[in-house]
């Protein structure tokens, strides 16, 4: 797979930095309200944004940012010794495919442009979250809808492919898990 384009270690640190600031009381804010009447913890949460691409992609980043009030980025901070050795399966592809989502919306999600590609990641977050994943690496999504906010093309297929690639991984993994047989 092509090198990380510089978009997705943005986004990725950006989120880090986001979520290890984030107090629980804060994850309950985000939880429990929407992000217009929690105007100062939104502000803080903007100025941990990469500035750069901001004024154009802020919508790409709302439901990314909504999610953080149920769902830890850092994977590594949120889950036990024994989770993290399968930490490669908990990006958002592969979860989304275990989980049970469907081609369809998968496709929506992977082809979706300008306006209705936020409410599509919405879409997939809302699964995780009703899953109870509780932690996943969520670049791929951010990547995904800035990089379309953006016009960057060629982060946008990168980030494509690689959220097909790991939830056709996830998909395997659970069509596996069905066909063992119940000891």
Known sequence: MDSQPDLAAACGKALAAIDGWLSDDDRALLRSRS????PTLYGEILRRLPHDHLDRAEAAWL???KALGHLRHNVDDALDKEA???AWGRTVGYLLGYGGYSELRMTRLLTGRGERLPQAIENALN???RGRVGA???G???VLGVADALGDRPTHAWSRRRIA???ARGV???DRKAAKPAA
């Open 165 to 167: 690639m790991d939830y």
């Open 172 to 174: 395997d993994a659970a």
């Open 127 to 129: 699964l995780l979250i």
């Open 63 to 65: 439901p990314i940012v």
């Open 35 to 38: 992000l217009e009447t929690a």
């Open 136 to 138: 996943c690496r969520l």
């Open 140 to 142: 791929d999504l951010a």
């Open 84 to 86: 993290k050795q399968e």
